[in-house]
């Protein structure tokens, strides 16, 4: 690795030479262009990425991100653990709590009884992947899926841990990672914005705050854009009442002309993005109509999806629409899920949730395999992190609720150079500790930039005097799971 | 440890006192041997003692540096004990001409000779185990490397740049020889029988046998040995020397596996990508520039230039290298609305002719015609032209693509007939028929054939209580 190629950085350090004014150089010749070489060499061809290639062949060329916000059980979902039925009701013994902390809404309970899943687990596939039968769906894909039981992370509160999963650290400010991605390779599609975020239209539980798909520090053209369940998916995207789209084309070419005198006088990035915007804006009044229509879509397919999948909002309209979103070219699409926090009432709150999602989870998975698009589309799916093996409050005979738990949970991926029918990472018999091949959230994000052909400690931002990177100083590559 | 290795590492400074003084004392003894007591300055035995003391500190930090390891196991004995006996002597002759005040000529010239003599070998061993045996007689002409043992020199090879052109025997597996075989197989030592010094002697084989048939790893006895468990006895280099690395053996199994040529470059043996690998890897030649091929089996190319990305990108094409060391291109096009791909969009396609290997043309419109051009990309390995309306006639301009592996046709008007043009690209792997009218039935038939069968949506089953 000796031919490293100068660490990125954003626009700061390029000495005035803004992108756009590179691509102008061309006009000026083979001159202008290799002038504009030597003061840029990372350069790239494509004006809305940073680098000119990726560090290796990628693997996935999109990601699709089913978050699960809330925390979703680990122990009633995939990770079968029956000894926690046969001790069901005794105490979490100290031997293997090992005075963890607990969250403030546990942790003065006088008892912390071991609460067994209410659902029974069986093996699907070739592969044998244990399922809990509130998944009956995803049994069906389960050879093409991984599981990887061993996640864990610091944060035990959802702003904190949704906020580490999607941006790498617990203190709101930092890049999302689809942020991150759309920075560092671009848009394949100058039509759509490269990083998309689909959000429920209803359902309580945990806020989905911008921050989690927030550009941060990096250009505000890479923020996340949010569809919303509505007939303007985008909001203030249309033309004022009254307005042509000819009238607003000609006012944006003005517009534009005026920005780019500006920029004549002096280099201005955040010009730029403003450009960029207004361009993607107007681009956009076309191609987003067109790619949320779901009317043309066939009946077996909405039928796959389940019952939702033509009501906009739905997960299971989501899962659709980032499936067309992908098929666009669209770098990164996310689709949020809310309601897994299951402090109470556990059984029933599992039984719905899986209700709303775990059909079109697994149809994402069969519909992207049926275009063949499988082999270079990273699906993952998980939440901030997993629930505790005791009950939190009272355990009566067919309910109780679980807390929030950091220390393991089970995420799945799919797709986009993952190995298909696999399980990473042992936990132990309680679903408390994590007994072997551990996987932070760190070395998620490091995973997923691999597989996207990024080397996730060469792609960085300098910001306020240092060089940010998503995994900061962390993150190891999980290459057990890698195809 | 480190402590230790830090100390140790201050020999190749004190070492340099003990040579110097005993030196001065040892010739001072000699000159005085033959003059009268009194000229004899008294100072002689202070420097017996200090040249003594600063023996045992070198020694001493010697000791230490020894412990860091990787040095030739016989040699540092030898370094080891004429070093202790290059101290003793010097306190014995402090002891007999300083003491005792022993003043025969007879005892000095032996006493002081042998003083000299063990602190010369010493020196030698302890120069050959920094520099390595060669590196004393490396430039001494022809004559003098005879009497010491060593073959003709040979005339220096230019250090390799382009692996490609590297010579297999002279570039390759001599110097890999000569780095960790031919300190004990050469003609000085002739461990075994056997010389590995020249492409005539490696040839003619040891005790044991022949050390390298052509062709044969199984029969080579060189390639039996490197390749057994280090713990083995007959494992080579023998004596806890550094063996090679598995590159390095890797590379000298390649050489012997294409006959154990006695030169011609590397290219005109045609390594596949991971000997290549190795190849440059036992050499410590970087990888990414020495192989043929690029880590997606398709022939290095310069990267194109950038006029032409340019052109694509501003025709609506999105066009990446695929990766720093992959200079071939991944190209994607998406449209909106009713535009379609035009004829312009697929002829500014052969401008990067060589260079594009992944190919996605979904739902673009494109047509029959135009897919004659696609049949023109030589390196093409992924095509998408999924969701156009492409027919049995287009898909069978495609037979003369001579790498594809991934044709993605799903909600295309092909065919059954489609299948038999498809079973003319060798080198298919996986082609994508849903939605098409091709029968499942046909597609049966063919391994690489793929119709997804996923519209089967059962009922949530009730075991969930």
Known sequence: ?483 | MDWLTFFGRFHVLALHLPIGILSLAAIAEIYYARKSEKERPDFLRAVWLWGTLSAAIAAGLGYLLSLSGGYDETTLERHLITGIATGVVGFLCWLVFGLIKVRRAGAVYTLAGLQLLLMGITGHLGGNLTHGPEYLFEHAPNPVRKLAGFGPRRIARPAVTDLNQADVFLDVAQPLLELRCTSCHNPSKTKGGLLLDSYENIMLGGDTGAAVVPGDLIASELSIRINLDPEHDDFMPSGGKIPFTEAQTRVMDWWIEIGAPAGGTIASFAPSPEVSAWIAAALDQPTPAVSLTNELGLPKLPALSRDVLMELESLGFDATPISETVTHLDIDFYRIGSETITDEHVQALLKARDHIAWLNLGNSGLTDAQLETIGQLPNLLKLDVSNNPVTDTGISALTPLPRLQTLNLHHTKITDNALPVLDQLITLEQANVWATSVTPGSAATRPYAEIATGFSVPERDGSSK
């Not at chain 1, 202008?32 to 840029?40: I, Q, R, V």
């Not at chain 1, 079968?80 to 039925?85: A, D, F, S, V, W």
């Not at chain 1, 580490?164 to 991150?180: A, K, L, N, V």
């Not at chain 1, 303007?232 to 249309?238: E, H, T």
């Open chain 1, 1 to 483: 690795m000796s031919d490293h190629s100068p660490l990125c950085t954003g626009y700061e350090d390029t000495a005035g030479l803004s992108r756009r004014s590179f691509l102008n150089k061309l006009g000026m010749g083979l001159g202008g262009l290799a002038l504009a070489d030597l003061m840029n060499p990372v350069s790239a061809f494509d004006p809305t990425a940073l680098l000119s290639s990726t560090h290796i062949a990628p693997k996935a060329k999109r990601v699709i991100f089913l978050y699960q916000s809330g925390g979703p059980s680990q122990m009633d979902l995939f990770d079968y653990k029956p000894r926690l039925n046969t001790e069901h009701g005794q105490e979490l013994p100290d031997s293997v709590r090992q005075g963890q902390r607990l969250t403030g809404m546990s942790t003065n309970q006088s008892s912390l009884p071991l609460a067994g899943s209410p659902f029974a687990f069986r093996q699907h596939g070739e592969s044998g992947a244990w399922l809990s039968d509130a998944l009956p769906y995803p049994a069906q894909v389960a050879d093409e899926i991984c599981f990887v039981k061993s996640m864990y992370t610091e944060a035990s509160n959802h702003g904190p841990g949704g906020t580490m999963m999607q941006t790498g650290s617990q203190i709101p400010g930092r890049p999302s990672f689809g942020s991150w991605m759309s920075y560092g390779l671009g848009s394949m599609n100058d039509n759509l914005p490269s990083y998309v975020v689909l959000k429920p239209k209803s359902g309580g539980g945990q806020p989905l705050t911008s921050r989690y798909w927030d550009a941060g520090f990096l250009p505000g053209k890479h923020n996340g854009v949010q569809f919303r369940a509505d007939k303007d998916a985008v909001l203030y995207l249309n033309n004022p009442q009254g307005v042509s789209r000819r009238a607003r084309h000609a006012a944006i070419e003005t517009l534009q002309e005026l920005h780019e005198r500006q920029l004549a006088e002096s280099s201005n990035p955040s010009l730029e993005n403003h450009i960029a915007q207004y361009e993607m804006a107007f681009r956009m009044q076309a191609s987003v109509p067109e790619v949320t229509d779901l009317s043309g879509e066939p009946q077996s397919v909405l039928d796959l999806y389940g019952p939702g999948a033509t009501e906009a909002g739905t997960y299971a309209a989501n899962c659709l629409l980032a499936r067309r979103l992908a098929e666009k070219g669209v770098r990164f699409i996310q689709v949020f899920e809310k309601g897994w926090d299951a402090h109470a009432n556990l059984p029933n709150n599992i039984r719905n949730q899986t209700r709303k999602t775990d059909q079109a989870s697994a149809a994402l998975i069969k519909d992207l395999k049926m275009r063949g698009m499988l082999d270079e589309t990273l699906v993952i799916w998980g939440g901030e992190f997993g629930r505790t093996n005791y009950s939190q409050g009272k355990m009566t005979a067919d309910n109780f609720g679980r807390d929030h738990h950091p220390r393991c949970f089970t995420m799945w991926m799919a797709g986009g150079g993952i190995k298909p029918g696999t399980s990473h990472g042992i936990t132990d018999d309680y679903c408390y500790n994590i007994v072997q091949d551990g996987v932070h959230v760190h070395d998620l994000h490091a995973t997923m930039m691999h597989l996207m052909g990024i080397d996730h400690e060469r792609l960085t931002f300098k910001y306020q005097g240092r060089h940010f990177r998503l995994t900061d100083v962390h993150g190891h590559i999980v290459k057990p799971i890698l195809a």
